[in-house]
């Protein structure tokens, strides 16, 4: 099985940076998945890491550390559009997602 | 190019009705996933489809909950009968389906709220 764990919530300043830390233990590890979801929205894709290191997509980077069971978001030059939650998600050797509980970052002014 | 699309959005119904939630992939993604999020459980996976055929429903709550793919542009969640504590958003997902270390990354659609009074 899957276990996952993030923090619930976060708080940061506009303009700021903020790590978002996932951490998981796993039967099987096929990827790590990072996805955005607004309020009342869909969770959309946001990044994805399979080997070991950081992926970089614009204001947005991954990190991956297999060996640890752990991985984080950073999100540069924070806007207040960042506020929503994050999910982490991990695939097993099938395609199915396990996604943690989501971390509720809000950007304050 | 067309998202996932599923109907209806919202959906409030009684206790003990049968519930119907559709969705249709994006072309060409040959998987499909079907999820419920709540509060208190976060995002689940209940049920998948690879190429139209059920791979893993061990999500699925009990024998009150079904799903179908009659084909490659269609699937069908139901719930029969319906109780109060299956209140949730579910979504449906697509991807492509490709094997090996890829991304094979899932698109959601917009979700049905379900509420059961």
């Known amino acids: 099985g899957q276990n996952i764990d993030q923090p619930t919530e976060m708080t940061a300043t506009e303009g700021a940076i903020v790590q978002i830390n996932c951490t998981y233990q796993?039967?099987?590890?096929?990827?790590l998945f990072w996805y955005q979801q607004h309020a009342g929205e869909a969770p959309t894709f946001l990044s994805y890491?399979?080997?070991?290191g950081l992926e970089e997509k614009g204001r947005f980077s991954s990190f991956l550390s297999r060996s640890k069971g752990y991985s984080y978001l950073l999100l540069k030059e924070l806007q207040m559009k960042d506020s929503a939650s994050y999910l982490c998600a991990v695939r097993d050797w099938g395609r199915a997602l396990t996604f943690g509980s989501g971390t509720r970052l809000q950007v304050q002014p | 190019d067309a998202g996932v699309i599923q109907s209806p959005r919202h959906e409030v119904t009684e206790m003990g009705q049968e519930v119907t939630l559709r969705c249709k992939p994006i072309?060409?993604?040959?998987?499909l996933f079907w999820y419920r999020q709540t509060m208190m459980r976060g995002l689940e996976l209940l049920i998948y489809f690879n190429n139209n055929v059920p791979i893993d429903d061990s999500g699925m709550p009990e024998d009150r909950f079904s799903a179908k793919m009659p084909n490659a542009s269609f699937s069908t969640l139901k719930i029969q009968p319906s109780e109060p504590r299956d209140s949730a958003v579910y979504f449906c997902?697509?991807?492509?389906?490709?094997?090996?270390?890829?991304?094979?990354?899932?698109?959601f659609g917009p979700g049905t709220r379900l509420t059961v009074l």
């Open positions: 072309s060409g993604h040959n998987s």
């Open positions: 890491n399979v080997l070991d």
């Open positions: 796993t039967s099987g590890f096929n990827g």
């Open positions: 997902a697509s991807s492509p389906g490709t094997s090996g270390r890829s991304t094979d990354t899932q698109y």
